[in-house]
């Protein structure tokens, strides 16, 4: 959009640029590459998949036909997709409060640190840069319902121990603790950077104010100063949140009762178990969406709020 | 600690710092520093980047602790006092402001801190706590007075992002000024400003530091706002106090060459001088009539003002070779190339009118000799301190009194 806006204004008028004389085409010229990038790797196949999600295309199949919104309309009837859907948003109301909170925490009292403040700050973001899907085994074993060590510690300290993967009233809650491993450690090195970037004559001048309790610091500089810092890691928390798929492929395959189904992996069983890939086209339009608005809702609210 | 003050008391105090070290790993930034500063003081700080001025002023302010000495404030030891008992207030070079505040928050911030309740400064809900509106309506109260002050009424719903530079500063003085604390510190407040509001800011705060009586403690790296605001300068080089005199003292009789050097602009002129064992000054290979107290090489410092072109009545004379001439309208500073020292130019400040009368009467030659009055000329020994001045060469106006009690005696 912009690139056309931009060269609109330009017109017809040929413009001189260190001395030359240069023809306004030239300057689609020059956009081409990445026009032709932008299309073919990001417009084009959304384009397809909003089209597919109109017909009953099934993968491997040699023909389709047009359904309009019929699959919207399945969808709209399903219990299971409306099932998936509210799972995400718990998953998502869960993680993004947390791995935020504990990210912002971590980042601020690593640093703090006089010494090992890189040993820390390796140490809590090794989660992201392992594997998940390797991890997720690791925390099946954890948080196993008969051999994991956190039930052993549970019944030392006497209470119950818990079934994380086989109570539908559990599940979400285990999944969103390994969501909050694995996210706050890529957060807290967002808040560091972000930490880093307050000017040191702002803690100086709040104490000489009078500000000399650090909670008090903390909310009058500190977290104020971050403001860009966490909306942007609020953002994409949510996203990737919204994203959650290789824990629950890999532990849970939205079992128990289906208490653990998201939106991706229904999609992906709709797509690639059951090749309907014109209704699992209609739930990626869906995802995108709510994706779309999720971004749009926070940079709005946030933006008038963070940006002094 | 500290004690109440009480009203109608002018707000001052002393400030007594003696022996202030600080180290940092291996450098000593301070070197046992010590300055006393009157009630209701103007000084400076003054010195290159890195001499340790900022550094003193934070430990002033209890932001950092020193590693020796300490500091008084009023007569009582404020070492162990974190910078809020301290009753002091600071105003940074970056202003410092909170840049999510408004104006009137800003201002208020300091007077909230002490006079409400920690519970009733919670964010949001600290308002509905009991008790406070007195308090409250005291703060905005204060906070409008001291923005009049200021004439920053206008803008104290705005944020610090809407301000120019200069507003800026005015509410960074005016979150100082609310508490009305004993002791001002200002860490290079106009630096950050164009020169033009600089000079006129540099107005604003000598008549500020009239008004209020407080004592300031000034630090900057520019010699200008150190002499034209001051009370008395405080010179600091690598870790330590220089001198410490008046602003006309320090011009006129600088301790240490480095003094001479750092006060004055453009920079004092330095010429390699020399002493035989009788005492005879020779001045750029010239022997002179003049005698010294020591024996080997030293330093002539003549400002640039004291210089100029021989008419044949100087006694210093340099030849030289005029480089180039530099008007400044009122002024015209003459850069003159020579073989005295090592640094082998030297600048020379003189009117307009006596320019334009040299290149009437064809005195200005490429090559011209410039002169000076020997009761001018600053002597600095070979370790940079300032020695007595040349001898037989009596300041101009005690010459004539000197010869007439030569005759009475003779």
């Not at chain 1, 219990?79 to 971590?106: C, D, E, H, M, Q």
């Not at chain 2, 980047?49 to 009582?76: N, V, W």
């Amino acid at each position: 959009m912009a690139m056309v806006l931009s060269s609109g204004a330009s017109r017809a008028v040929s413009r001189r640029r260190l001395g030359a004389e240069i023809a306004p085409a030239v300057a689609y010229w020059f956009a081409t590459p990445s026009v032709i990038l932008l299309v073919g790797t990001l417009l084009l196949p959304i384009a397809v998949m909003v089209t597919m999600s109109f017909t009953d295309y099934e993968l491997g199949a040699l023909d389709y036909s047009f359904l309009g919104f019929d699959n919207y309309a399945t969808l709209w009837k399903d219990k299971a997709f409306w099932r998936a859907l509210f799972n995400t948003i718990y998953y998502v109301a869960l993680v993004v409060p947390a791995s935020v909170v504990i990210g912002l925490l971590l980042a601020v009292m690593v640093n703090g640190l006089k010494h090992g403040r890189k040993l820390y700050q390796i140490a809590f973001f090794l989660p992201v840069t392992s594997t998940l899907i390797a991890m997720a085994t690791v925390w099946k074993y954890l948080l196993h319902g008969t051999i994991g060590p956190v039930n052993h510690l549970l019944t030392a300290i006497g209470l119950p121990a818990m079934e994380f993967f086989g109570n539908p009233s559990l599940v979400m809650p285990a999944l969103a603790i390994i969501g909050v491993w694995s996210l706050a450690g890529f957060n807290m090195v967002l808040f560091t950077a972000g930490l880093t970037a307050i000017p040191q004559e702002l803690y100086e001048a709040s104490a000489v104010d009078g500000i000399d309790n650090p909670i008090e610091r903390f909310f009058t500089v500190t977290l104020p100063m971050l403001g860009p810092t966490t909306m942007f890691v609020v953002i994409t928390t949510s996203i990737t949140a919204f994203k959650v798929f290789d824990t629950v492929a890999v532990l849970t395959r939205g079992g128990p009762q289906g208490a653990s189904d998201v939106l991706l992996y229904v999609n992906y069983l709709e797509g690639f178990q059951y090749m309907r890939i014109g209704l699992a086209s209609a739930i990626t339009v869906v995802f995108l969406g709510i994706i779309l608005l999720l971004s749009l809702i926070q940079a709005k609210v946030l933006e008038r709020k963070v940006h002094y | 600690m500290v004690r109440p003050k009480p009203a109608g008391q002018s707000m001052t105090a002393t400030v007594s710092i003696s022996s202030i070290e600080k180290n940092f790993g291996a450098t000593k930034t301070l070197k046992g520093v010590s300055v006393d500063i009157a009630a209701g003081e103007f000084l400076t700080l003054v010195g290159p980047s890195g001499c340790g001025k900022s550094t003193l002023l934070r430990i002033l302010a209890g932001l950092i602790p020193q590693d020796g000495g300490s500091i008084h404030i009023d007569g009582a030891p404020v070492d162990h006092l974190p910078p809020r008992a301290r009753d002091v207030s600071m105003v940074f070079q970056s202003y410092a402001l909170y840049p999510h505040m408004s104006v009137r928050e800003n201002i208020a911030t300091p007077l909230k801190v002490r006079r409400l309740s920690s519970a009733a400064r919670w964010p949001v809900v600290g308002r509905m706590m009991p008790g406070q509106a007195v308090a409250r309506a005291a703060i905005a109260e204060a906070v409008n007075q001291v923005a009049g002050q200021v004439e920053i009424e206008a803008l104290l719903d705005r944020r610090p992002a809407q301000l120019s530079g200069g507003q800026r500063q005015r509410v960074a003085l005016a979150r100082a000024m609310v508490r009305q604390p004993r002791v001002f510190l200002m860490d290079e407040p106009l630096s950050n400003l164009d020169a033009r509001l600089r000079v006129h800011m540099r107005g604003e705060l000598s008549e500020l530091h009239r008004r209020l009586g407080a004592t300031f403690i000034y630090v900057t790296h520019d010699q200008v706002e150190a002499m034209t605001m001051s009370s008395r300068v405080a010179l600091m080089m690598d870790g330590e106090i220089i001198q410490v005199a008046t602003p006309s003292e320090i011009y006129a009789n600088p301790v240490d060459v480095r003094v001479a050097r750092f006060i004055g602009s453009p920079e004092i002129n330095l010429l390699d001088a020399r002493a035989d064992q009788h005492g005879h000054v020779s001045i750029a290979g010239r022997t002179t009539a003049f005698r010294s107290d020591t024996v080997g090489p030293f330093t002539i410092g003549l400002r640039p003002e004291v210089l100029a072109i021989d008419d044949g009545s100087s006694e210093i004379v340099i030849d030289s070779r005029l480089q180039r001439i530099e008007r400044l309208g009122h002024d015209v500073l003459l850069h003159m190339r020579h073989d005295a020292g090592s640094k082998k130019s030297m600048t020379l400040r003189v009117s307009a009118a006596e320019l334009d009368a040299l290149q009437a009467n064809g005195r200005l030659n490429e090559n011209v000799a410039v002169g000076a009055r020997a009761g001018s000329a600053l002597l600095f020994g070979a370790d940079g301190k300032r020695l007595p001045g040349l001898h037989g060469a009596a300041p101009p106006e005690l010459v004539a009194y000197g010869l007439g009690l030569r005759a009475v005696g003779a």
